[in-house]
């Protein structure tokens, strides 16, 4: 069992930037495919960024350019640096860790990010 927990959420204004971490109960990264989710409000979730065991990222149209997946092995930690940020990219953003056959098997419980405009 894999418990997730994200920080680092908030309000900014559009074009500033925040940085969401993902703290795992023990370090899977090696693993497991891990990834940033985002569900808007009153819209579907929606896939943002994946990091693969191996290294490889992947992104989002939306998020390319200007958010970036990483990880710390040290403290077991799954990054999102998110820049330019846009009222649009206003969600609760959640991390998942460990896909499976059709969807990832563990998901934290979210943090809120507020962009005004």
């Known amino acids: 069992q894999v418990q997730l927990v994200e920080y680092g959420g908030g309000s900014v204004q559009a074009g500033g930037s925040l940085k969401l971490s993902c703290v795992a109960s023990?370090?899977?990264?090696?693993?497991?495919?891990m990834a940033w989710y985002r569900q808007p409000r009153q819209k579907e979730r929606e896939w943002v960024a994946s990091l693969r065991k191996d290294g490889v990222q992947r992104y989002s149209d939306f998020a390319k350019g200007r958010f970036a997946i990483s990880h710390d092995n040290r403290n077991a930690t799954l990054y999102l640096q998110m820049h330019s940020l846009k009222a649009d990219d206003t969600a609760v953003y959640s991390c998942a860790a460990c896909w499976g056959s059709s969807s990832f098997s563990y998901w934290g419980q979210g943090t809120q990010v507020t962009v005004s405009s």
């Open positions: 023990w370090n899977i990264y090696s693993l497991c495919e």
